[in-house]
Nanobody, 124 residues
Framework: QLQLVESGGGLVQPGESLRLSCAASGRSLDNYGMGWFRQAPGREREAVSCVSRGGPAVYYTKSEKGRFTISRDSAKNTVYLQMNSLKPEDTAIYYC?????????????????WGQGTQVTVSS
């Protein structure tokens, strides 16, 4: 059974960077499309980015494109989300998700496995 564990969240100031990691165990991620989602207080969970097996990556809002980079490392069975120039509006719990398909998607309903989330807080 596939298990996902996120890490790398924390409290940072505006303009700083974080790299989130999603480490998988139990199954190889090679057959999974992977996504990062986030949920801010009082808001629905929304797609941030996803990456299919072999790429390319997709970014779901103009705000993330250019600031966030998703990547995957098959050898480490891990997916990353590099977040630069962070803004207060990026504050949320960030979740990684796996879909048993080589193609990723932006809809949370198609993902079969979720991590527990990691808190990102951007504040001065």
């Amino acid at each position: 059974q596939l298990q996902l564990v996120e890490s790398g969240g924390g409290l940072v100031q505006p303009g700083e960077s974080l790299r989130l990691s999603c480490a998988a165990s139990g199954r190889s991620l090679d057959n999974y499309g992977m996504g990062w989602f986030r949920q801010a207080p009082g808001r629905e969970r929304e797609a941030v980015s996803c990456v299919s097996r072999g790429g390319p990556a997709v970014y779901y809002t103009k705000s993330e494109k250019g600031r966030f980079t998703i990547s995957r490392d098959s050898a480490k069975n891990t997916v990353y989300l590099q977040m630069n120039s962070l803004k207060p509006e990026d504050t949320a719990i960030y979740y990684c998700a796996a879909r048993l398909s080589r193609i990723c998607a932006g809809s949370k309903s198609v993902y079969d496995n979720w991590g527990q989330g990691t808190q990102v807080t951007v504040s001065s």
